[in-house]
């Protein structure tokens, strides 16, 4: 991403400002400082005149941290299937593999949660009818 920066603007930036980090990578600048405290990986955020200034190895992080934390809210999502039942719970352990194997993005992963929750749904109404 940033190296797409640096051919657009023509300059091989060395340093970036909040403002342009958070353009480049999609988040916040809030969200930026907060992580700064959690993350020891963004801790040494290089400051000069008291402002931020990111290089592209900070952007990487960043980038890393944001995919990172989209693919748990998935996760937790795939986690409450597993509460449900144990055939359900077999189905999301295999889910969980293909997204580490196969790297889907969070948007595929909700697809196919949703999917699952619609076949369990169905499953559930057939039981009810064979009682």
Do not use: C, F
């Not at 990111?54 to 748990?72: H, L, P, Q």
């Not at 352990?93 to 993005?105: C, F, H, N, P, Q």
């Amino acid at each position: 991403m940033v190296e797409k920066a640096n051919r657009r603007s023509g300059t091989g930036k060395v340093y970036y400002q909040i403002s342009e980090v958070a353009q480049l990578t999609g988040v916040n600048e809030s969200t930026l400082r907060n992580w700064e405290e959690q993350y020891e990986e963004l801790r040494n955020v290089r400051r000069i005149n008291n402002r931020r200034h990111y290089t592209a190895a900070d952007i990487a992080s960043i980038e890393r941290i944001s995919e990172k934390r989209s693919n748990k809210d998935t996760t937790d999502e795939i986690r409450e299937i597993e509460d449900s039942s144990p055939q359900v719970s077999e189905l999301a352990g295999k889910i969980t593999k293909t997204t580490e194997r196969d790297t889907l993005t969070p948007k595929q992963v909700r697809t196919l949660v949703k999917a699952l929750r619609e076949v369990r749904k169905e499953l559930q109404k057939i039981a009810s009818q064979l009682a």
